[in-house]
């Protein structure tokens, strides 16, 4: 069985902080990781994914996260918070079969000026 | 290359009556999923569909149907409409055949059951 965990539904931050965003997932099986952004009254944007290889992934607006198979954990980062980088932000895994994704239940991100 | 669009963007309806969302995926993308988004429950999957085949399915009752076209447009319709139903309806696309390719999503339309 597949499920993430985000730690946090809201996460304040100043502006120009470290951004950390904390994910965990489950799975019987290697997962695939991503994480999405969701901004008001719009769809989910990709920000990132790990599939193979690497395990530190870089993504748009300066985002990375990091896989830790030892953890379980894909958590976010960004060195320096931006106003523009509030939003709603979702981590998601699926399988290396088939295409059911599944997400966690958000974290909301507060950029303080 | 155009994204994901759903039509409409906006619907009221009432309770009983029937609806359909529309997704137009973007080009080349076979695999269309749904999902329903509401601030209490998150981000929950309707259905997916692959070259016309429903592919995997969530938890929703028979009221929540989909379908998807040989162009890969696909359709949600809810029928019996309840007040819980109220949600932001979103539609994503996929190269699909489990190559994990990721989710694209549209804008959402946001239905409202009176």
């Known amino acids: 069985a597949q499920s993430v965990t985000q730690l946090g539904s809201h996460v304040s931050v100043s502006e120009g902080a470290l951004v950390l965003l904390r994910c965990n997932y489950s799975?019987?099986?290697?997962?695939?990781l991503f994480w999405y952004v969701q901004y008001p009254n719009q769809g989910l944007q990709l920000l990132l994914k790990?599939?193979?290889?690497?395990?530190l992934v870089k993504g748009i607006n300066g985002f990375e996260a990091e896989f830790k198979k030892s953890e379980t954990s894909f958590h976010l980062t960004k060195p320096s918070a931006h106003m523009s980088d509030a939003a709603e932000y979702f981590c998601?895994?699926?399988?290396?079969?088939?295409?059911?994704?599944?997400f966690g239940t958000g974290t909301s991100l507060t950029v303080i000026p | 290359k155009a994204g994901v669009t759903q039509t409409p963007r906006y619907l009221i309806k009432t309770r009983g009556q029937q609806v359909t969302l529309s997704c137009s995926p973007i080009?080349?993308?076979?695999?269309v999923s749904w999902y329903q988004q509401t601030p209490g429950q998150g981000l929950q999957f309707l259905f997916e569909?692959?070259?016309?085949?429903?592919?995997n399915k969530g938890n929703f009752p028979g009221r929540f149907s989909g379908r998807q076209f040989s162009n890969s447009r696909s359709e949600m319709n809810v029928s019996t409409l309840e007040l819980g139903d109220s949600a932001l309806y979103l539609c994503?696309?996929?190269?699909?055949?489990?190559?994990?390719?990721?989710?694209?999503f549209g804008n959402g339309t946001r239905l409202t059951v009176t």
């Open positions: 994503a696309s996929s190269l699909g055949g489990g190559n994990n390719s990721p989710l694209h």
């Open positions: 799975s019987s099986v290697p997962p695939y």
């Open positions: 790990y599939t193979t290889g690497a395990t």
């Open positions: 998601a895994v699926t399988r290396n079969t088939g295409n059911q994704f599944y």
């Open positions: 080009s080349g993308h076979r695999s």
């Open positions: 569909y692959f070259s016309e085949t429903q592919r």
